[in-house]
C-alpha cells in the first residue's frame, strides 16, 4: 500500500514567492496533519484536519500560511509570501484518528526560501 | 516550558552499551505516550508506545511515571543500525478526542560507534 505522499521533496524558492506543498494521506485514514520541522524549534505541529474539517490551526505561525483539505485523498500547505525564515522540512501526516498514537509520514518537502 | 523537554544529547556510545533517554511532559493531564524514530533526514516512525505498567519490545524497554510527569527510554546491546534521534512524544488531551494529534520533544541524538 501508498504511504503518505508528499510533494515536492525539496524547493528553492526566492523570498516573496508563493509555495504550495502538497499532501495525499493513507487511503481510509481520516486525520491529517501538517508540520514543520526546524533544527532550533524540532516538530511543530501547524495545523490538522478530521474528515477534511480543520479543528485546529492554532500552530499555523502567520497569516501568511494556509491550508486546505478539498476531500479525502487531498491537502495544501500554502506559503504566501514566502520568508528565509520559513526554511524548515514540512512534514505531512494521516493517522486513523484515534489515540493509537501511530502517525505515518510522508517523507516530508524540504523548503529553502532565499 | 516547552509542552515535551528531552535532553538533546548527542549521546555517542560503543556497540553493546546500554543507554537510556528521559523525557519530561508539562501536562499532567496528557493521556498517551510513545518513542517515535527518526533517521536521518527521513521522516519519523513510531518506535513504541509506553505503558503506565512499563514495556519491552526486544532490547527496548520503556517507561512511564505519571507521578513525575517523566518517560524513559532503555536500549540495550545497542548496534550500530540504533543511530538515529529518538523522539518523545504524547497526546496532549485527556477526554475527548484529540483525533490522533502528538506533541514531540526535541528528541535525543543517539550516535552508536563500533
Known amino acids: 500500500d501508498a504511504g503518505v505522499i508528499q510533494s515536492p521533496r525539496h524547493e528553492v524558492t526566492e523570498m516573496g514567492q508563493e509555495v504550495t506543498l502538497r499532501c495525499k494521506p493513507i487511503?481510509?485514514?481520516?486525520?491529517l496533519f501538517w508540520y514543520r520541522q526546524t533544527m532550533m524549534r524540532g516538530l511543530e505541529l501547524l495545523i490538522y484536519f478530521n474528515n477534511n474539517v480543520p479543528i485546529d490551526d492554532s500552530g499555523m505561525p502567520e497569516d501568511r500560511f494556509s491550508a486546505k483539505m478539498p476531500n479525502a485523498s487531498f491537502s495544501t500547505l500554502k506559503i504566501q509570501p514566502s520568508e528565509p525564515r520559513d526554511s524548515a522540512v514540512y512534514f505531512c501526516?494521516?493517522?486513523?484518528?484515534?489515540?493509537?498514537?501511530?502517525?505515518?509520514f510522508g517523507e516530508g518537502s524540504r523548503l529553502t526560501v532565499l | 516550558r516547552k509542552e515535551v523537554e528531552q535532553d538533546p544529547g548527542p549521546f555517542n556510545v560503543p556497540e553493546g552499551a546500554t543507554v537510556a533517554f528521559n523525557c519530561t511532559y508539562s501536562?499532567?493531564?496528557?493521556?498517551?505516550f510513545f518513542w517515535y524514530r527518526q533517521d536521518c533526514r527521513k521522516e519519523p516512525k513510531l518506535l513504541m508506545s509506553v505503558y503506565s505498567s512499563g514495556n519491552e519490545d526486544g532490547r527496548f524497554t520503556a517507561q512511564l511515571n505519571r507521578a513525575s510527569q517523566y518517560i524513559s527510554l532503555l536500549i540495550r546491546d545497542s548496534k550500530l543500525s540504533d543511530s538515529a534521534t529518538y523522539l518523545c512524544?504524547?497526546?496532549?488531551?485527556?477526554?475527548?478526542?484529540?483525533?490522533?494529534?502528538?506533541?514531540f520533544g526535541q528528541g535525543t541524538i543517539l550516535t552508536v560507534h563500533p
Open positions: 501536562n499532567s493531564a496528557s493521556q498517551s
Open positions: 512524544v504524547v497526546t496532549p488531551n485527556a477526554g475527548g478526542t484529540s483525533y490522533g494529534k502528538l506533541t
Open positions: 501526516a494521516s493517522s486513523l484518528g484515534g489515540d493509537t498514537g501511530e502517525l505515518f
Open positions: 487511503s481510509g485514514h481520516n486525520s
